[in-house]
């Protein structure tokens, strides 16, 4: 779905009495925050959705904070949420984390360039110390440093759920940092059958909406430490 405006709130009102919608993609709508809220209240109520894409929405920490609410105390359906491409900062990633380790249908995270820095990271880490359910995590472009990585390595040691982290273009993660999650990936991959855990240092293509010249030119190729 494009274009959806003033029409959203109504739409998500609506969905609260849906019982067939799997899949919901409200990709590149700028919603923002207010939209991003009002999703949220269709999810409070929702009890079919297993799909949600709001990535290039302009939905902040307000936005993502009122959906991870759903997510903690309301939704048990959702199993994928894309945030990419949202400025929902650390703010809006430690709300997430704490529905992350309360939430236990969520399976992918996708927060791709949505500048939570290594705040954020910490706050999703310690989520990941009590989550049993989420198997793919996307933090591609995030500013996340040492001390972020340094704390997702640790949830690492305690996560066995997970079996795909995203950490492309985050160039501050120094070769020091580097070396102990591909350790830690290579000591869980050992204890695997099969042996499925992986942490991704390159760019993944978008599952859904427009590829445009400018996500190309922010993720040109890396080459991997």
Not at 17 to 34: E, V
Not at 168 to 180: A, C, P
Request: net charge positive; charged share 25%; aromatic share 4%.
């Amino acid at each position: 779905l494009h274009r959806v405006d003033r029409r959203q709130r109504q739409m998500c009102i609506r969905d609260r009495h849906n019982s067939t919608l799997a899949s919901l993609d409200l990709s590149y709508n700028k919603i923002r925050d207010k939209g991003g809220v009002a999703v949220a209240e269709g999810l409070r109520h929702n009890s079919t959705l297993a799909s949600l894409d709001l990535s290039n929405n302009k939905v902040y920490s307000d936005g993502a904070s009122a959906l991870a609410d759903a997510l903690r105390h309301n939704n048990s359906t959702l199993t994928s949420l894309n945030l990419g491409w949202n400025w929902i900062t650390a703010g809006g990633a430690r709300a997430l984390g704490e529905a992350v380790r309360y939430n236990t249908t969520l399976t992918s995270l996708d927060l791709d360039q949505c500048s939570i820095g290594d705040d954020g990271a910490r706050a999703l880490g310690e989520a990941l110390r009590h989550n049993t359910t989420l198997v793919d995590l996307v933090l591609s472009c995030n500013r996340i440093g040492a001390g972020g990585a340094q704390a997702l390595a640790e949830a690492l040691r305690h996560n066995a759920a997970l079996t795909n982290l995203n950490l492309y273009g985050n160039n501050e993660i120094g070769g020091k940092e580097k070396r102990l999650l591909r350790s830690l990936a290579a000591k869980k991959r050992s204890t695997q059958s099969p042996p499925l855990f992986k942490i991704e240092w390159e760019w993944r293509l978008p599952t859904s909406g427009p590829v445009s010249y400018t996500h190309l030119r922010a993720h040109e190729t890396e080459a991997d430490l």
